[in-house]
């Protein structure tokens, strides 16, 4: 557990020293809320009977938790590639504290982040839900996701031999993550097709409980079984990170 | 202590069909500076890696301060330090940042990094940049920060893999120093590799030469030395060699002979070299090798190499 905690705040450390990767990350959230939102803003005023912005703000949050975690995972990637993991594997601590610090820490970046986004958002005149309850458990189920997502990232990380391949592997995730669920459109008026593929989409499931927790729009997909996908996303994630690195370190 | 700092039985690691450490025993008395040396690809930064638990041996078992490398890996970690062969530092933090993290992880408490700190940086002479970020370091100065932190702990067993890789001559004096002062005033047993034949010459109580994942020689430097013979006559020249050497072996007081066909070069091992240099001269001359240039000079550890790898020590 304390090794966990040093490792976390070594990441953190060096991601606020490093002011271009978390200035990055931030542009690239304000962009997304500020231009694509507000463009969209004025050709689709109305979407079941909400705010467009609103409307994506759950979808751009849910994107830019995924940016966090690549850039997290990217964390896990460079001290592999620098050796600097060998630092660790030497001296005194659980194997697993490594991959927990990654993950803690990663997991952060992406939750700052889509606070961050939910903060512009709101700057923008996007209005919130009642209930203070609601953004807290909207903000707790966008933290699942980070974890699960962090968890990819950081099983592609361990096993990546080079940050190419691994934007790369990442890139094959992303996008389809995006256009591929409710993110941007609203899931009636999808053709039967699309719809089957985006209910295999977790974002798909984050994007309509934090439209309806935070943003007080009607659940269509009922907040108990996203609850459980995002649930399952998570432990998912970590598995497959946990299983990865495993691999990665036993040479 | 009477028992070994470190002792390895037939220490193995195969890497799918390529075998980098073919059954390696070693045995280092603590309190001693040993040195492995070997040429590149020999299986040294294996054996290493196996030792500080890095890598689990594929057979054979050893200790490390008395505890098993396998079984008892937590035990050992506590009481080693580890500088790697390529520099292995965060860019973006500062020397300090990177001792401190380095002391925590090791559970060690504020006060007790904080005066560390500051004897190993006077130590190591990083008071000055202490503070800035590793990225704006010289690579001699990324080393000595790197053997700061492998001391930080305290440890029983330091090792270091090529410790002077790259560094300018000052700078690798510099780290001898430091080495030989650690040794001798904290008693602290050394494992170190090296490419620099003068760097174990130097600093080492015992030497083991590694060569295809097997050691081939071990032993104090100056008795590896002269189980070579007393003195080595060094001819220089060219022309037909093989008359030369077929007469040097007929002749009862040369020990060995070694060729090396880079530099045109016979070395001639011999009990004394100033009295036989005149009969090595008339061994050489009349037979289509013309002699360019002859020096007797006493064999060195380089030698020792040479002799036992069939490779000249370069890097």
Request: no cysteine; glycine share 10%; net charge positive.
């Amino acid at each position: 557990m304390h090794a966990t905690y040093v490792i976390w705040s070594k990441h953190m450390t060096k991601f606020f020293r490093n002011a271009e990767e978390a200035l990055g990350l931030a542009i690239q959230s304000v962009l997304w809320v500020v231009l694509f939102g507000v463009g969209m803003r004025g050709i689709v005023t109305q979407v079941s009977g909400g705010d467009y912005l609103a409307f994506i703000l759950p979808g751009i949050i849910a994107l830019s938790a995924l940016a966090g975690a690549v850039g997290g995972g990217m964390m896990l990637l460079d001290e592999r590639l620098r050796g600097i993991t060998k630092e660790y594997l030497v001296s005194p601590i659980p194997r697993l504290s490594i991959l927990l610090g990654n993950a803690a820490s990663t997991t952060t970046k992406a939750l700052l982040q889509a606070l961050l986004m939910l903060l512009i958002g709101v700057l923008m005149g996007v209005r919130l839900a009642g209930n203070p309850l609601g953004w807290l458990a909207a903000l707790l189920l966008v933290g699942l996701f980070a974890l699960g997502f962090s968890g990819i990232a950081l099983a592609v990380a361990a096993v990546s031999r080079s940050i190419m391949g691994y934007h790369g592997m990442i890139f094959l995730f992303n996008l389809p993550l995006l256009f591929a669920s409710n993110a941007l459109y609203p899931l009636s008026v999808l053709p039967t097709w699309m719809r089957t593929l985006v209910l295999f989409n977790p974002t798909t499931y984050l994007i309509d409980a934090v439209r309806a927790l935070a943003f007080g729009a009607e659940p269509t997909l009922g907040l108990f079984s996203s609850t459980a996908v995002i649930l399952l996303f998570a432990i998912l994630g970590i598995w497959l990170a946990l299983t990865a690195f495993r691999r990665s370190i036993r040479r | 202590m009477a028992t070994a700092a470190i002792e390895t039985h037939g220490l193995v690691k195969r890497y799918g069909e390529v075998t980098a450490v073919a059954g390696v025993d070693l045995t280092i008395a603590p309190h001693n500076i040993y040195a492995l040396l070997g040429p590149n690809g020999a299986g040294k930064t294996t054996t290493i890696s196996m030792l500080t638990t890095l890598v689990p041996p594929t057979a054979g078992s050893a200790q490390v301060a008395g505890y098993d490398i396998t079984s008892q890996a937590r035990q050992v970690r506590r009481r080693i330090g580890v500088t790697f062969q390529d520099i292995v530092l965060d860019p973006d933090l500062t020397g300090r940042q990177v001792l401190d993290i380095h002391g925590k992880l090791y559970r060690m408490n504020r006060q007790e990094r904080k005066t560390r700190i500051t004897r190993l940086v006077e130590l190591v002479q990083l008071e000055e940049a202490i503070d800035r970020r590793v990225k704006t370091y010289s690579g001699g100065m990324k080393r000595r920060l790197e053997l700061a932190r492998g001391l930080l702990t305290d440890p029983q067993i330091l090792f270091l893999d090529e410790p002077t890789q790259g560094l300018d001559p000052q700078n690798r004096i510099g780290i001898w120093n430091y080495i030989r002062e650690l040794n001798r005033e904290r008693g602290m047993t050394l494992l170190l590799t090296t490419h620099y034949m003068e760097e174990a010459e130097v600093l080492a109580h015992a030497v083991g030469i590694i060569d295809h994942g097997k050691m081939v020689a071990e032993g104090k430097p100056a008795s590896l030395v002269s189980a070579l013979g007393a003195d080595v006559i060094r001819v220089h020249g060219h022309g037909d060699q093989q008359h030369f050497l077929h007469t040097l072996g007929t002749l009862p007081f040369v020990e060995q002979v070694q060729i090396d066909e880079h530099d045109n070069l016979v070395q001639v091992f011999v009990d004394n070299g100033n009295r036989r240099l005149v009969e090595v001269v008339q061994a050489a001359s009349g037979n289509g090798f013309r002699v360019e240039d002859i020096a007797v000079a006493q064999p060195s550890l380089g030698d020792v190499f040479l002799r036992h790898t069939g490779r000249t020590f370069r890097d």
